[in-house]
């Protein structure tokens, strides 16, 4: 049996303690963070509010809006938390192209108004609208017309249009029954509407977030199809840029991608994120703040974040 630790300890951590499991570690892992999801500001169904009173009623207490490539909706996401008595981190989830793939890296606890980070998120929004059309034109070729217009009704923000408004579109006009059999039909590499994009650097979006005071994080690496050279070179090069932290808990990872990039944090020396990437309630497995707590044996981003954090009064 473990000792129980003095809660004199516990109390010097930086943030609140959530469970009385966490009494016995003075690394406060089980603290309920969840550093990833996707508001009506990028490709999400819910206003930055409801997903803050979403989070906070399935018990998360340290939360991020990570819209992608845009940071529009942190004030009021973090004002919503507030209210509520979450703390809240900053948050985005910027696309980047590397070795010839998108790759996602999730910036957190950054200063909002930096300069070079809004400049560098509104280029990196800038190709949507053109890429989307092309979309369409892939579409149309295979009998599926006016899908630009369909999938801009499902847009709530026009510098945003993504993939996933284009699927939610091709749903509800019965051309597929689910967003996933969307994707793996019309809209992935080798698929008629998928256009190929130059997204952002990954040394230019890794520095965005790091001189705007926040911390990179590798977003779901278990989702890319790397051979094991990419994957480390992946995390080398992020490292030498300046990145800090990876998502091992994530809805995108399974059980063996837990323990396979818990392994990696350790070996890369990165701290670790853990986040539902939720969307949607019709289209996510994963509710905000449901998913397992990260390995005892990590670092949470958080613990290095805490000066970053916006806490309740
Ligand atoms: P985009 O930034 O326009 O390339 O869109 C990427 C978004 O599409 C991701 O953030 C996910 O929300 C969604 N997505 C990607 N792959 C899939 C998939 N296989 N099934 C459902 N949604 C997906
Ligand atoms: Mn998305
Ligand atoms: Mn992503
Ligand atoms: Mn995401």
Redesign the pocket.
Known sequence: MRRQIPIALVDSSPLRISSEAAAYNPRVTVLNADL?CHSVVSDGTLEPEVLAARAHANGVELWALTD?DEIGGQQRACAAALQLGMSYLTGT?ISVTFAGTTV?IVGLGFDARDPALVAGLSATRGGREARAREMAAGLALVGIHGSFEGALRYVGNPELISRTHFARHLVESGVCSDTREVFHNYLVEGKPGFVPHRWAALGDAVRWVTQAHGMAVI??PG?YKFTANEEYALFSEFKSHGGRGVEVITG?HNAADFEKYADMAIEFDLLASRGS?FHSPDESHIDLGTLPPLPAKLSPVWEALAERVHRPS
Do not use: I, K, T
């Open positions: 990833h992608h989830e996602h977003a779901h989702r995108s990437d």
